[in-house]
């Protein structure tokens, strides 16, 4: 293999231009083709990269032996079909979220791509977020002692999808964020959903997951919320943190407080509990781009062989994770026990 990775992006639509942006710039790769089947995409980005090929014929990218990778950004109802195809083809691939809209249909991608030796990855950036990173650092060198319980927002005012439910579009990010900050998977999980515009999708969704060693997480997503919010809070035995997607230059804060028990129980044996309050921290942390930072990681395990930290099988458990979340939905909360050893 060359030393630059021949790069393919695919879907030139909402998500494709910050993709072929990124891929763009990378210093080991390259972006060698821009699909769409829209033409006016295709005549932008010719103007914008010069010499990069433009076409709205997959089966061509495909068969293009200079292409290393695929990197798709197409509806996710295409996922799993586009993605076979590439394995098939041989080339390593980056989809967006979500990995497929069938867990079986997951996992058979990730035995396709093990055969083959191929690199599959799913577009799961916020793990290559410097915050969400500083935040699973946090939790796993103990500063916040043991987790207690999780809870994260993911809220906006539009845009309202056709094709996916709530649910669907945007509680991928926060399943991801969950199982890598946590570094496990959830063991059961409970869903209610909304259709609050009339529609046949939901638009709000209220999802529980437990954890081992009972920690519990708390995933509340909406397209109806008056603001933009992106933020998840971790509360420790010892410390608590908020990390805050939206925010500027705040991007993680650490909060010395708590809730313990006096040291002397009272008169009848029962303890009485006491807040502690103490010092804000807001760490520094690296500026990098997550999407340049994911684009630079499919690149790298392309280059090196290695498993990416977002790989078919994360790509995987987080599809079972929203299918077993629909189905608690539409069985009035029901809790859904999951299995994610893979």
């Given at each position: 293999?060359?030393?630059?990775?021949?790069?393919?992006v695919v879907g030139a639509g909402y998500w494709g231009p910050n993709l072929i942006r990124n891929v763009a710039g990378l210093p080991d790769a390259a972006l060698h083709t821009v699909c769409d089947v829209n033409?006016?995409?295709?005549?932008?980005?010719?103007?914008?990269?010069?010499?990069?090929?433009?076409?709205?014929?997959?089966?061509?990218?495909?068969?293009?032996?200079?292409?290393?990778?695929?990197?798709?950004?197409?509806?996710?109802?295409?996922?799993?079909?586009?993605?076979?195809?590439?394995?098939?083809?041989?080339?390593?691939?980056?989809?967006?979220?979500?990995?497929?809209?069938?867990?079986?249909?997951?996992?058979?991608?990730?035995?396709?791509?093990?055969?083959?030796?191929?690199?599959?990855?799913?577009?799961?950036?916020?793990?290559?977020?410097?915050?969400?990173?500083?935040?699973?650092?946090?939790?796993?060198?103990?500063?916040?002692?043991?987790?207690?319980?999780?809870?994260?927002?993911?809220?906006?005012?539009?845009?309202v999808r056709d094709d996916l439910n709530a649910l669907w579009n945007l509680a991928p990010h926060d399943f991801s964020i969950l199982n890598y900050v946590i570094g496990a998977q959830p063991l059961t999980i409970?869903?209610?959903?909304?259709?609050?515009?009339?529609?046949?999708?939901?638009?709000?969704?209220?999802?529980?997951?437990e954890y081992p060693g009972g920690v519990i997480a708390h995933v509340h997503v909406s397209w109806i919320d008056p603001g933009k919010v992106r933020r998840m809070t971790v509360v420790g035995d010892a410390k608590?943190?908020?990390?805050?997607?939206?925010?500027?230059?705040?991007?993680?804060?650490?909060?010395?407080?708590?809730?313990?028990?006096?040291?002397?129980?009272?008169?009848?044996?029962?303890?009485?509990?006491?807040?502690?309050?103490?010092?804000?921290?807001?760490?520094?942390?690296?500026?990098?781009?997550?999407?340049?930072?994911?684009?630079?990681?499919?690149?790298?395990?392309?280059?090196?062989?290695?498993?990416?930290?977002?790989?078919?099988?994360?790509?995987?458990?987080?599809?079972?994770?929203?299918?077993?979340?629909?189905?608690?939905?539409?069985?009035?909360?029901?809790?859904?026990?999951?299995?994610?050893?893979?």
């Amino acid at each position: 293999m060359s030393d630059k990775i021949n790069l393919a992006v695919v879907g030139a639509g909402y998500w494709g231009p910050n993709l072929i942006r990124n891929v763009a710039g990378l210093p080991d790769a390259a972006l060698h083709t821009v699909c769409d089947v829209n033409p006016k995409a295709l005549a932008q980005n010719a103007a914008r990269y010069p010499g990069v090929k433009t076409t709205p014929d997959y089966a061509a990218v495909l068969a293009d032996p200079d292409v290393h990778g695929v990197v798709l950004a197409t509806p996710a109802s295409l996922h799993a079909a586009m993605t076979r195809q590439a394995l098939e083809a041989g080339k390593h691939v980056m989809v967006e979220k979500p990995l497929a809209l069938r867990s079986d249909d997951a996992a058979a991608l990730v035995e396709l791509a093990a055969a083959k030796n191929l690199r599959l990855m799913a577009g799961h950036v916020f793990v290559y977020n410097p915050a969400v990173i500083a935040l699973r650092k946090l939790v796993h060198d103990g500063t916040l002692g043991r987790v207690q319980y999780l809870y994260s927002a993911r809220l906006n005012l539009g845009i309202v999808r056709d094709d996916l439910n709530a649910l669907w579009n945007l509680a991928p990010h926060d399943f991801s964020i969950l199982n890598y900050v946590i570094g496990a998977q959830p063991l059961t999980i409970a869903a209610r959903g909304f259709k609050l515009l009339g529609r046949k999708l939901e638009d709000v969704a209220f999802v529980t997951l437990e954890y081992p060693g009972g920690v519990i997480a708390h995933v509340h997503v909406s397209w109806i919320d008056p603001g933009k919010v992106r933020r998840m809070t971790v509360v420790g035995d010892a410390k608590m943190a908020v990390y805050d997607d939206v925010s500027s230059d705040e991007r993680l804060r650490i909060y010395d407080k708590g809730v313990m028990p006096d040291s002397l129980p009272d008169a009848y044996g029962e303890f009485k509990m006491i807040t502690r309050a103490g010092d804000i921290t807001i760490p520094k942390l690296d500026t990098t781009e997550p999407l340049k930072a994911e684009c630079a990681h499919f690149v790298s395990c392309i280059k090196s062989g290695a498993t990416p930290i977002s790989d078919g099988v994360e790509g995987y458990r987080v599809v079972r994770m929203l299918e077993a979340a629909q189905e608690s939905l539409e069985n009035d909360g029901r809790s859904v026990v999951l299995n994610l050893a893979y």
